[in-house]
């Protein structure tokens, strides 16, 4: 019979595995405890170890891969119970379902990993290794008692993993940014890199896209911060998102272009796609890595350059994190308003400096004033998200670029968010509030999308929350 392959995968869409009572998908608040699953004994794994191997020798892969996921499922779990009665395995109902649930997810998803991305609740997961996997929940990092068989089972699923997409993660090509089918992002980096065995790194994106609305309910920003924002993505600023790693950057992105005009054409770049734009005319774009000859690499300023090409109205930057800087502010800047990004920086300040940055990295001998005002002719609003030491999210700046006081970029604070303490759980309180500017600079751009009344009363609306 052949062999298990890790790229066998008959279908993505795995029915949801049948999992014991302290894994099970939460939809609303995380669990209480720290460890979500027992933490399983070396006998299970030497069990299933021998039921893997003989169902492997009994099964026709190639039959498999026809059948839908639902009738593989199936076709494995009576099969597995054969291999149970016949070897006089003895084992619990419990145990048996658990076990025929852990090996359909080992031939047909991704194993161990399977539970933990049919939970809603979780932001990331961290494998360290074969035997340690953290998880991100409300804002703080776990562990769990999941664990693979060993680093070979582990390495399997990654090359799982990224050949969905094209790509490979081995010793010749030991690091990989891929992403699943829901568009969640992935980083593999496995040995000789890697010293304790492979490290797989999961971004979960959440199957309910989130809106605004959602984020004023989470107190991330008031109604009137939030009506702003809408402002701003609809009459076409260039904006870039600044925050820290899981600050919420791409989620906010997502957010701010649920104000896009239908009728606009859209090009996104991205290093691994994750964006998802309900507009209908949109083009995603992705970088590729190079092959095993070290060719055929595309990077993110081939991209934004190309896109120049193709008649964008607007152009999206998953994250802009080099050269690509300078063709992205030159797009914004010959008629691609409402262009926007995302980078990483502590405050919209950082934010700028970090953009001169990468465009003198790129090797573009430009005097630092020309590209400050190449910066200011481009970028209208920064949008700054941070996560605060409770695990909350916040929008802690909405920020506006003026323009340039000799050689000094000159912003101003639209609206702030401010900590005033914490309570009795250690949980942040703070409040948004408005700085009073009266008429921001993109007042006359309001206008001309007739928002200006809807600008000065949420301007005015939350003047008054300040005030009181």
């Known amino acids: 019979m052949p062999a298990a392959s890790p790229g066998m995968a008959p279908s993505r869409e795995v029915a949801p ?32 170890a021998t039921i893997f191997g003989a169902l ?23 099969i597995v119970n054969e291999i149970i009665a016949i070897k006089n395995i003895v084992m619990s109902i419990a145990e048996q379902e658990e076990l025929l649930d852990d090996i359909c997810n080992d031939v047909l998803g991704y194993g161990p990993l399977e539970p933990l991305l049919s939970r809603d609740d979780i932001a990331d997961i961290m494998v360290n ?32 993993i990224v050949s969905q997409v094209g790509r490979r993660v081995d010793e010749s090509s030991p690091i990989c940014d891929a992403r699943l089918a829901d568009g969640s992002r992935v980083n593999a980096i496995v040995p000789p890199l890697a010293i304790d065995g492979p490290a797989l790194t999961i ?34 600023c260039n904006v870039l998102i600044s925050g820290g790693t899981g600050s919420g950057k791409t989620t906010l992105l997502n957010c701010l272009t649920n104000y896009i005009e239908h009728d606009e054409r859209i090009i996104t770049c991205e290093d691994a796609a994750e964006l998802q734009l309900q507009q209908p005319h949109v083009v ?57 990004g995302t980078l990483h920086a502590n405050n919209p300040r950082e934010a700028l400096s970090r953009c001169e940055s990468m465009i003198t990295m790129g090797g573009f001998s430009l005097p630092s004033r020309t590209i400050r005002e190449m910066i200011c002719a481009s970028i209208d609003v920064i949008i700054q998200a941070a996560r605060l030491r409770d695990g909350s999210r916040r929008i802690t700046h909405i920020t506006e670029v003026i323009g340039m006081e000799g050689d000094t970029i000159i912003t101003q604070d639209i609206f702030l968010y401010d900590i005033v303490g914490e309570d009795a759980n250690g949980k ?41």
């Open 17 to 48: 595995a049948v999992a014991s009572p302290s894994i099970s998908p939460v939809k609303s608040a995380p669990p209480p405890a720290p460890v979500i699953e027992t933490r399983r004994s070396d006998n299970y794994y030497q069990v299933k």
């Open 56 to 78: 492997i020798e009994a099964i026709d892969l190639a039959q498999l891969a026809k059948l839908d996921s639902e009738s593989a499922r199936e076709e494995i779990r009576d």
């Open 129 to 160: 290794g074969a035997g340690t996997v953290y998880i991100e929940v409300a804002g703080k990092i776990q562990r769990t008692g999941i664990r693979f068989r060993d680093n070979q089972q582990l390495l399997n699923i990654c090359q799982r």
């Open 203 to 236: 971004r979960k994106f959440k199957k309910d896209k989130l809106t605004l609305e959602q984020l004023v309910k989470f107190g991330a920003i008031t109604p009137e911060g939030a009506e702003i924002l809408q402002i701003i993505g609809r009459v076409r």
């Open 284 to 340: 995603r774009l992705e970088t590729r890595p190079p092959n095993i000859e070290g060719e055929g690499q595309v990077t993110m300023r081939e991209l934004v350059r190309n896109c120049l090409r193709m008649r964008p109205e607007r152009i999206i930057v998953g994250e802009v994190r080099g050269p690509e800087a300078f063709d992205l502010l030159q797009a914004m800047n010959t008629g691609h308003d409402g262009s926007m």
């Open 428 to 468: 942040i309180i703070g409040r948004h509030r408005s700085t009073g500017i009266g008429r921001p600079k993109f007042w006359e751009r309001a206008r001309y999308y007739n928002e200006e009344k809807r600008l000065g009363a949420a301007l005015d609306a939350s003047e008054v929350k300040a005030e009181t």
